[in-house]
């Protein structure tokens, strides 16, 4: 403890001496650009004393804005801000001016308009270093956030002293990634909390033993007591954040197909993450539970694209299309995280970095030749910044602001991981960097919460993970929706007509309307106007026909496109289809004619078997949303090694089954119960939330786990 007092002191006398450098060389340069600003006498001076001058006002300059400042802004805390705002420059310039009064040889002299713009300088100058300087420094940054929730505490109630709970959201972080950074050392913090020793080195194969399910890392040989279980759970068929987390907020996922679905009776294309639909996602979810949600009781969202009945909003997608008002402003968002200067600069020096990283990384993949690679220029490499620092240090702020104003229950959500996986794949060596990063997001919310007014319990959790693999179009050379405009004997782009799989569907539709073999740019075109919509959510593909108003049959899209399911169906880059069947409700079709009633599934898994026993409830559950399109396409898995194959621009993938984007983790404290009994499994969104609900309620009733009582004798 004493030594890392010393390092702290040493750090800060470091940086303290670093802007006082900066601060004197700002000093001589404005001293050679400004007429009314001088350094030296009338006679003139050697450089050496003005160098000992300038050294000696911006040291008497620093060292009056730390003393003489807070009190005068005490003393105009009742002065109008605009009127406050102009005061700072003057007396920011007064201050100058005595600093330059107080050197012992009177040498230095400012007119008092010079002054201002000097200081003003200065100011802004030892800001940026002193901010650049402690831009890793979190103890810094957190002695910050201890100042500002002093003030916070003294003005607000007092905080009630049951345990409240924050749940942080790893967006992306499958539980294997998880296992495999804890058994890297790349994520220090989690691994203290599951007991694993910094000196294990492999984790065994990613399997730390443990009952019920659960991961229960054992470091206790390695003498360090686990704080923290780890537990899998397995998504929905739509494995992405959309159904996830609208599922563990408030509880209903029901008719979430995908990402992205045509919706045909509103004539719409929802997508999860645009505003409008995800008030709409969350307006339906509460009239389906009628309840707020997870976080109705004193909570807080943060970074979420639904508020899960949260009075306390921040960067809460779903409320982004409400007019702003007292009940909807985000009191803790970016405005009020700029606001602080330091945090600005301490942000804006990691943005630029970041970019610069990404940057560097994207030139070294191509330069290397790593397959599989996607195109990553553009507004990428500022999309990845703001998503892995942006979003992060506001929400981490603004978590931290929660936990030391003693609310009750927070959820934020960290989406760097995911953002990055998409791009350089989930076991990069860019996502490891990622995970890094958030594990020390993580040790300073614990940080933060034990100097919080009431106990707090963390609970990491991730809405689901990422499969690896190249991208349909790199393999094939089409894409899906060129496949199924083949299929469906529309015109399709030259480069999809070239190759062999858009060569083999027209082949198949001439075939299927008994046409004569293709001349020249003689093509077949339908009668009908409409075209299909053809949409991607990862390895997920959804084919809707827009000018049929219900969900259309088996047997209806084959009367319309005789060759369009078999195309599909066949193709070596497809797993299964799932349409509706007159005869059976509904059938899930595969190679070779495969076609399995959805009722036969778990006696004949058919095209399901290399996806796991729990597909075909996830299929079932899905052909019973109102809004499943006409044709869901599952893209092809290979479970040996992991592999999918992504219908959108992306290396690492989520959105339908296969391989681990459907098994994320819950990390929960021992003190609360088990998430699940012994030999059962955590499956589906709608699972979590009520986990996560019955936790809530737990610091209310009896502490858990409660020892057993002995049992009391009959009278």
């Not at 049959?553 to 070596?572: Q, Y």
């Amino acid at each position: 403890m004493r030594a890392g007092r010393w390092r702290r002191v040493v750090s800060q006398i470091g940086r303290s001496v670093a802007v006082w450098g900066v601060s004197t060389l700002t000093m001589l340069v404005l001293a050679g650009i400004l007429p009314d600003f001088r350094l030296q006498s009338a006679d003139g001076d050697s450089a050496t004393r003005i160098a000992v001058t300038a050294a000696f006002g911006a040291g008497a300059f620093g060292l009056l804005s730390a003393l003489v400042w807070p009190l005068l802004v005490r003393l105009l805390l009742l002065v109008p801000a605009l009127v406050l705002g102009l005061l700072v420059f003057f007396l920011n310039g007064a201050l100058l001016v005595l600093a330059l009064r107080l050197n012992p040889a009177e040498q230095g002299d400012a007119a008092p308009e010079t002054a201002v713009v000097v200081a003003a300088v200065m100011s802004a100058v030892a800001s940026a270093t002193g901010a650049a300087l402690a831009v890793r420094d979190d103890d810094a940054y957190r002695r910050r956030l201890y100042r500002l929730a002093d003030r916070r505490r003294r003005s607000g109630p007092a905080a009630p002293m049951t345990p409240g709970t924050v749940f942080i959201q790893l967006d992306g972080v499958g539980h294997d990634v998880l296992l495999d950074a804890v058994g890297k050392g790349v994520m220090p913090t989690v691994a203290r909390w599951l007991g694993v020793s910094e000196t294990d080195g492999e984790t065994d194969g990613g399997n730390y033993g443990g009952n019920d399910g659960e991961s229960a890392v054992g470091g206790a040989a390695a003498g360090r007591k686990a704080t923290h279980r780890l537990t899998p759970w397995h998504t929905d068929w739509s494995s992405q954040t959309g159904a996830s987390q609208l599922g563990i907020l408030h509880g209903s996922n029901h008719d979430v197909p995908a990402f992205r679905w045509y919706e045909k009776d509103r004539g719409e294309v929802m997508v999860c993450n645009r505003p409008t639909s995800a008030a709409e996602l969350q307006r339906r979810a509460v009239q389906a539970t009628g309840d707020g949600g997870l976080l109705t009781l004193d909570g807080a969202s943060r970074g979420n694209l639904f508020s899960g009945g949260a009075d306390e909003l921040a960067l809460v997608l779903s409320i982004a299309t409400r007019r702003r008002s007292r009940e909807t402003r985000s009191r803790a968002g970016y405005f009020a995280y700029f606001s602080d200067p330091a945090n600005s600069v301490r942000t804006a020096m990691s943005f630029v970095a970041e970019v610069g990283r990404e940057m560097g990384e994207s030139t070294r993949t191509r330069f290397r030749k790593v397959r599989p690679r996607v195109r990553r220029g553009g507004l990428y490499p500022f999309i990845r910044a703001f998503a892995t620092v942006v979003e992060r240090d506001v929400v981490v702020a603004s978590v931290s602001g929660d936990l030391l104003a003693g609310r009750t229950a927070v959820y934020a959500d960290l989406v760097a991981y995911d953002e990055v996986a998409h791009h350089s794949g989930p076991m990069s060596r860019d996502a490891e960097k990622v995970l890094e990063r958030l594990d020390r997001s993580l040790a300073l919310i614990e940080n933060v919460a034990d100097h919080a007014p009431r106990p707090y319990r963390i609970v990491v959790l991730s809405d689901h993970g990422q499969s690896p693999g190249e991208t349909f179009r790199t393999r094939y050379g089409l894409t899906l929706g060129d496949l199924v405009r083949a299929g469906s004997g529309l015109p399709v782009p030259r480069r999809a007509r070239r190759t062999h799989s858009g060569a083999e569907a027209r082949a198949a539709v001439r075939a299927a309307l008994r046409r004569p073999v293709e001349e020249g740019r003689e093509q077949y075109r339908p009668s009908r106007p409409a075209e299909p919509v053809v949409l991607a959510s990862g390895n997920l593909g959804l084919v809707s026909f827009p000018d049929v108003p219900h969900r259309m049959t088996k047997e209806e899209i084959d009367a319309r496109h005789p060759a369009l399911l078999a195309t599909l169906a066949n193709h070596p880059g497809i797993g299964f289809l799932l349409v509706r069947s007159e005869s059976h409700g509904g059938v899930v079709l595969g190679p070779f004619g495969a076609e399995i009633p959805l009722d036969e599934l778990d006696e004949n898994p058919g095209p399901l078997a290399d996806f796991g026993p729990g597909a075909a409830a996830a299929v079932r559950r899905t052909h019973s949303f109102p809004h499943t399109a006409d044709i869901m396409v599952n893209s092809w898995y290979d479970p040996a090694e992991g592999e999918v194959l992504a219908f959108e621009e992306q290396i690492g993938s989520h959105g339908g089954l296969g391989g681990a984007q459907g098994r994320p983790f819950v990390l929960s404290p021992l003190v609360l119960s088990a998430p699940v009994e012994g030999g059962t499994e955590l499956v589906g969104a709608e699972h979590i939330h009520r986990v996560l609900r019955r936790w809530l309620r737990e610091p209310d009733g009896p502490q858990v786990p409660v020892e057993a009582q002995p049992e009391r004798r009959a009278a």
